[in-house]
């Protein structure tokens, strides 16, 4: 269940970080999308470990 949604929080963070970078003037939308994916594989890769 846990890695579900992980997987999902990555899927929006790469649709968020494409959107920043499509739209201009939203850069700052790229880089949160960007650390929020890193953030939430960094979470996902330490939960598989455990396993």
Not at 22 to 51: D, M, N, P, Q
């Amino acid at each position: 269940m846990l890695l579900r949604l992980l997987g999902l929080l990555l899927v929006v963070w790469i649709v968020v970080t494409v959107i920043g970078w499509v739209v201009e003037g939203l850069f700052w939308l790229v880089v949160v999308g960007l650390a929020a994916f890193l953030v939430t594989a960094a979470i996902g890769a330490r939960k598989s470990i455990r396993r």
